[in-house]
C-alpha cells in the first residue's frame, strides 16, 4: 500500500539498485486503495487521484515500470494513463467487465488467481481478455494461494506448470500465499517466516516472476505487516534467487 510518496520513492529507488545489480527485470507494485480490508477501519492509502499522482512521480522520478490494481472497471481507462501493467485483484478474477476494459487499453495485465479458484479456470480467465481483444503475450497470471480451510492458504505447486501449459506467464505471490486471512479479527495475520523457503521452491519449480511486497520497517507498515519483507534482506534475498535461477 502507499503509505506516502516519499516512502515510494525510497523503496523504488533502493529495490532499483539491487536488482539492476543482479540483471532481474523489476516492476514496482503499489495500492492507491486496499480496497478489501478485513475492516472499515483499515488504511487504504490515498485514493485514487492522489495515489495515481504519486505513481507517475515515481514512475518518472527513478524512472521504473508501475503496476498497481484497479477495484471497478470504469477505473481502468484513468489508470492505464499512468500504469504500466494493470492488476486485477483476486476477489474480482473473474469480473468480466474488468477485461473487456483492460483489452481496450493495449496494456500488460497482471491477474491474481482467486483463492476460490483452481489454475485450470484461469484459462478462462486470461480467454476473456484475450477474446475481447488483448493480447495472449500481455497476460501475466499470479498465484497467491488456494483456500483449503479456514484462516490459511495453501499454495499449490502444479499450478507452476498449469499455467505455464495454458501458454500463459506465471508469477508466485510470496507475500499474500503467506496471509492468514482475519487471522487476528479486524486484520490479517501471516508467516514470513516460509517466504525464502516458497521463493526459492517457486523458482526452482520455474516460476516466470516473484511478487514479493517490501518495506522499510516492518513492524510499523500500515497493511500486511506479517507478510512484508524487510527491505534490508531483501538483497540478500535476491542473490540467493538469483543463483538457484542460473544453476537450473
Known amino acids: 500500500m502507499l503509505e506516502s510518496e516519499e516512502m515510494g520513492l525510497e523503496v523504488a529507488r533502493q529495490v532499483k539498485e539491487m536488482t539492476k545489480k543482479h540483471e532481474v527485470f523489476y516492476v514496482f507494485k503499489s495500492s492507491f486503495d486496499k480496497a478489501n480490508r478485513s475492516s472499515v477501519f483499515s488504511e487504504r492509502g490515498p485514493g485514487l487521484e492522489k495515489g495515481l499522482q504519486w505513481l507517475a ?48 487499453t493495449g496494456k500488460v495485465i497482471n491477474i491474481k488467481k482467486g483463492q476460490f479458484m483452481s489454475p485450470y479456470e484461469m484459462e478462462n480467465v486470461a480467454n476473456k481478455f484475450v477474446q475481447s481483444g488483448g493480447k495472449q503475450e500481455n497476460v501475466l497470471i499470479t498465484e497467491r494461494g ?11 505447486f502444479r499450478s507452476v506448470k498449469i499455467i505455464r501449459d495454458l501458454g500463459l506467464r506465471y508469477v508466485y505471490d510470496a507475500t499474500h500465499s503467506l496471509q492468514l486471512p482475519a487471522a487476528r479479527g479486524d486484520r490479517s495475520g501471516g508467516s514470513r517466516e516460509f517466504l525464502e523457503t516458497l521463493c526459492l521452491a517457486q523458482v526452482a519449480a520455474g516460476a516466470d516472476g516473484l511478487f514479493i511486497e517490501t518495506h522499510p520497517d516492518v513492524a ?29
Open 220 to 248: 510499523r507498515a500500515l497493511s500486511d505487516k506479517e507478510t512484508q519483507y524487510p527491505l534490508s534482506d531483501l538483497a540478500s534475498l535476491l542473490s540467493r534467487v538469483v543463483r538457484l535461477k542460473n544453476s537450473l
Open 146 to 156: 488456494t483456500f483449503f480451510g479456514y484462516g490459511n492458504l495453501v499454495v499449490d
Open 57 to 104: 512521480n515515481i514512475k518518472k522520478s527513478v524512472p521504473i515500470p508501475i503496476l498497481s490494481d484497479v477495484h471497478t472497471p470504469a477505473m481502468v481507462e484513468q489508470c492505464a494513463e499512468i500504469l504500466d501493467v494493470i492488476q486485477i485483484p483476486a476477489f474480482l478474477a473473474r469480473q468480466t467487465d474488468f477485461y473487456l476494459e483492460a483489452a481496450k
